[in-house]
């Protein structure tokens, strides 16, 4: 509901919200206070001005403040012993830092010699397994090529079929408990 | 000390330092205490420090004294407190709200140089206003009786 519009709701004072109204409030309508536009805007602007100056006045306290308590600081009575031992301490942890930078380092360095040594360890493992399986390509190659002379061909067909008839074979042979074997049989 | 900073040993959620008011005396006899307090306490509980003292009824020579102490204020001020209404009201300074002064005149010297009651920071525009208002009505009044006498005693 709008600021200048009249209030539906009373706040509420001695009674609850669940007493009933009076009874001569019964046609009361309650409006808000009447607002003059330009004495509104004139306020409004000194307003504005005045939380202006106000925050400046903090920052000027607040820096005060902070003024006495680094000087409180300062000027404590143990001041040099803590200094100095702020020195040394400063001194020690940059010590520390050189420490450990080096062997940082150092365990850097050597993990990359590590690495250079793997890696070439394992270029020259995989140049090895290749030549190890080109050459056994290779003998692969030269027995086939071995091989391929006695296959038979459809050019060889018709005298290899000669051949064969020509030649017949006996692959009977007879052994008995011992071990002896006998070649020739029946048939050749 | 019991408690540092904004440690109570209440424990409260939220809340901030204000420079208010807290209301003692009898029946019929009010007297203020311009306290810091944390926002969330009671008016007239416990508080961090108080700051001054307002009497609100005129003594015997019609005056309305205050007592402040500016330096703890400035401190507190500085530590981030907030201020209530008629705590600033009565902080206020004359002189940056005249009548012919607008937005435009530039203020000169610091206000931290006056010190004393009303002059210790801006004066607040509510002030100013009403003062305006109280002028304006007084004024509408002083027209409006003589218009009213002569008609009314024909």
Redesign the interface.
């Known amino acids: 509901f709008p600021a200048w519009g009249p209030r539906l709701l009373p706040a509420r004072g001695r009674k609850t919200r669940y007493d009933p109204p009076a009874k001569s409030k019964a046609s009361r309508v309650k409006l808000p206070p009447p607002v003059d536009p330009e004495?509104l805007l004139?306020?409004t602007?000194?307003?504005r001005?005045?939380r202006l100056?106000?925050s400046a006045?903090?920052a000027?306290?607040?820096?005060?403040?902070?003024q006495k308590k680094r000087e409180a600081l300062l000027s404590r009575e143990d001041s040099a012993e803590l200094q100095e031992q702020h020195q040394r301490l400063m001194a020690w942890n940059e010590q520390e830092n050189a420490r450990q930078r080096a062997r940082r380092e150092e365990r850097i360095r050597k993990e990359e010699e590590e690495e250079k040594k793997q890696k070439l360890q394992a270029a020259e493992n995989k140049a090895r397994k290749m030549e190890t399986f080109l050459q056994e390509k290779e003998k692969e190659v030269l027995r086939l090529q071995e091989e391929a002379r006695t296959f038979i061909t459809p050019e060889n067909l018709e005298a290899r079929i000669e051949e064969c008839l020509d030649n017949p074979r006996n692959y009977n042979f007879a052994i008995d408990k011992e071990g002896r074997i006998v070649k020739r049989t029946v048939l050749s | 000390a019991l408690f540092a900073g904004s440690r109570l040993l209440k424990g409260y959620r939220g809340g901030h330092v204000v420079i208010r008011f807290a209301l003692g005396g009898c029946t019929n006899r009010p007297f203020f205490r311009i306290v810091a307090a944390h926002s969330r306490r009671a008016r007239d509980g416990k508080y961090l420090e108080q700051l001054g003292c307002l009497d609100p009824l005129p003594n015997a020579h019609g005056e309305r004294v205050a007592g402040l102490n500016l330096e703890r204020l400035r401190h507190w001020l500085g530590c981030g407190a907030q201020l209530s209404r008629p705590a600033e009201k009565l902080l206020g300074r004359p002189g940056a709200w005249g009548p012919g002064w607008g937005p435009a005149t530039a203020r000169r010297g610091s206000p931290l140089l006056l010190a004393g009651l009303a002059g210790f920071l801006p004066l607040h525009p509510m002030t100013v206003t009403g003062a305006e208002r109280l002028r304006r009505r007084r004024g509408q009044e002083a027209v409006a009786p003589p218009a009213d006498g002569s008609p009314g005693a024909r």
């Open positions: 004495e004139v306020v602007e000194r307003y001005q005045h100056l106000l006045l903090r000027q306290f607040r820096a005060e403040v902070l």
